[in-house]
């Protein structure tokens, strides 16, 4: 059965840094692509990048490129988003994603997997 877990959302001030994590099971990780997206209240779910199989290679949205940090460890089948200098408008709900194809997450965005979501809340 595929699962998805995010962790590592909460409450936190502007400013501040958070790390992500996405624990992947059920499907070879290391064979898929992931990506991270997020919606915030009222607005449509919106892509924040993609990394490929290897880690190797990275692509962001251009609202997240700066800030936000995508990487991956294959070893611990876990994927991660890094956002650093968070601002009130980046509180949302984010959800990873996976699928063997990038380009199914960062063009298409209609991955095969999803997970839950954590929720981020970025006070002023």
């Known amino acids: 059965q595929v699962h998805l877990a995010e962790s590592g959302g909460g409450l936190v001030q502007a400013g501040s840094s958070l790390r992500l994590s996405c624990a992947a099971s059920?499907?070879?990780?290391?064979?898929?692509?992931m990506g991270w997206f997020r919606q915030a209240p009222g607005k449509e779910r919106e892509l924040i990048g993609g990394?490929?199989?290897?880690?190797?290679?990275?692509f962001y949205a251009e609202s997240a490129k700066g800030r936000f940090t995508l990487s991956r460890d294959n070893a611990k089948n876990t994927v991660y988003l890094q956002i650093n200098s968070l601002k009130p408008e980046d509180t949302a709900i984010y959800y990873c994603?996976?699928?063997?194809?990038?380009?199914?997450?960062?063009?298409?965005?209609?991955?095969?997997?999803w997970g839950q979501g954590t929720q981020v809340t970025v006070s002023s």
């Open positions: 990394i490929i199989r290897g880690g190797g290679s990275v």
């Open positions: 994603a996976g699928d063997r194809s990038l380009h199914q997450i960062v063009e298409l965005q209609s991955p095969e997997y």
């Open positions: 059920g499907f070879p990780f290391s064979a898929y692509a």
